[in-house]
């Protein structure tokens, strides 16, 4: 009887002890969202910044939600000219600091991130970006040295959620420009090891987004070895209403995207290996311009050499390709402006419009290739039309063959089928073949 009452009295005991807890916290919560708490917590957080860096620094809310995310509200940072440097109209985060403390890992689990707007610029005759005064302030002015063979920081992400983002760049130094006005971006990942380069992504969507580009100096010479290639899986990647600018005056290329819808299934890129796997590559409604600009190089008697043939090789990469669906799409390739021309085919002002592809079963790997291509049909400015082309391939270092092949353009149609046989490629390339 006696055993019985201590344990009720214990229990009794923690229960009142929970929910004391649990009241301390509820009023924690409550104070800290309390408009006494908040503007305590808004004037220390930016009198702190502003002190250190002598600019204007904005925050209309910061607290803790109810869920234990951390809120952020109007954060508004200037650079020393006093123009805008940084706008975040609002921003929630769940990072939960025991990992972060105890565990050396940074699990950012979501992030909601709506309105942001950021400057980045520097000048041609400057080293530091417009940025840098807001590092060299914060900085910690003792320098404590850290250990080469100290563990870096895990970081795992989880969702990201962005939403109406204005980004500009501008470097004047390096001649390179950049503006990103993005509609709307989701990202939920499954698994992110950034010290292996391993990235394993459940969906991503990207929507209602404008990229800018240009390039007006060349870009020095890097030779980096070291660096590692990733490995990349999405299970799923849309991409709409996506307009892409790309402008390098040093390559004479000028290119134009827009996408108006893009889909992605992508089980396996293995970069370090060249092994790609795609179970669905889809695009539809989408236009792509290449211009290209190029020089005549002067041949003298002294400069030129004899032609010789290339010994083929080849290419060291795998790839399988389960569907591939093109609809309602075009494409322009422009040479050295080189205009149009109706009736007359121009191969360096090819413009293709309404281009069809249907293909299934795309298999690479060196010494070995095959493709099923059910449909494929565009029609070409210069008035020649391909309505339907269509049939089964397959090539390897002896052999290539064609079947069920169907082809109809505008005036004229193609069935067959036709294999051929060869020592190798190379011996085909030297002799032009022995066809039987």
Do not use: C
């Amino acid at each position: 009887m006696t055993t019985t009452k201590l344990k009720y009295r214990f229990l009794r005991r923690a229960a009142k002890v929970v929910l004391v807890l649990a009241l301390l916290f509820i009023a924690l919560v409550l104070i800290i969202r309390s408009p006494w708490a908040q503007n305590f917590i808004v004037n220390k957080a930016t009198h702190y910044i502003s002190d250190r860096t002598n600019t204007k620094v904005e925050i209309d809310q910061l607290f803790i939600t109810y869920s234990g995310n951390a809120f952020l509200k109007g954060l508004y940072l200037e650079d020393q000219k006093g123009d805008t440097l940084l706008y975040s109209k609002t921003m929630e985060a769940n990072v939960p600091l025991r990992a972060l403390l105890f565990h050396n890992e940074l699990n950012l689990k979501s992030l909601e991130w709506e309105g942001l707007r950021a400057q980045i610029e520097r000048n041609s005759d400057s080293e530091k970006f417009n940025y840098q005064f807001l590092i060299d302030a914060l900085a910690s002015e003792d320098t404590i040295s850290q250990k080469s063979d100290a563990t870096p920081m895990k970081v795992k992400i989880g969702t990201l959620d962005f939403s109406d983002f204005k980004l500009s760049y501008n470097d004047r130094a390096s001649g390179l420009e950049a503006k990103l006005d993005m509609g709307s971006l989701y990202l939920n990942a499954e698994k992110t090891e950034i010290e292996t380069m391993h990235y394993e992504l459940d969906e991503v969507a990207l929507s209602d987004t404008k990229i800018q580009y240009k390039q007006s100096n060349p870009f020095a010479p890097q030779d980096n070895p070291d660096t590692k290639l990733p490995y990349l899986v999405v299970n799923e990647l849309n991409l709409n209403n996506i307009l892409i600018d790309y402008n390098s005056i040093p390559e004479n290329v000028v290119a134009k995207v827009r996408l108006g819808e893009f889909k992605l299934d992508l089980p396996k890129a293995d970069l370090a290996k060249n092994e790609v796997e795609i179970a669905l590559l889809s695009l539809k409604n989408s236009d792509i311009s290449l211009q290209l600009q190029k020089v005549k190089p002067v041949v003298s008697a002294s400069t030129a050499t004899p032609s010789r043939e290339s010994t083929f090789s080849w290419p060291d990469f795998a790839l399988v390709a389960n569907k591939i669906s093109l609809e309602n799409n075009s494409l322009l390739y422009q040479l050295n402006n080189t205009p149009s021309s109706t009736g007359q085919f121009n191969p360096n002002h090819i413009a293709l419009s309404n281009i069809t592809l249907n293909a299934t079963d795309l298999n690479y790997q060196p010494k070995n290739a095959s493709l099923n291509l059910d449909r494929f049909s565009f029609l070409e400015k210069s008035g020649f039309a391909l309505n339907q082309l269509a049939f089964y391939a397959s090539l390897n270092d002896t052999s290539a063959s064609v079947s069920g092949l169907k082809m109809e353009t505008g005036s004229s149609t193609l069935d067959g089928e036709f294999a051929l046989d060869y020592t190798s490629i190379q011996k085909l390339i030297e002799s032009r073949g022995t066809q039987r």
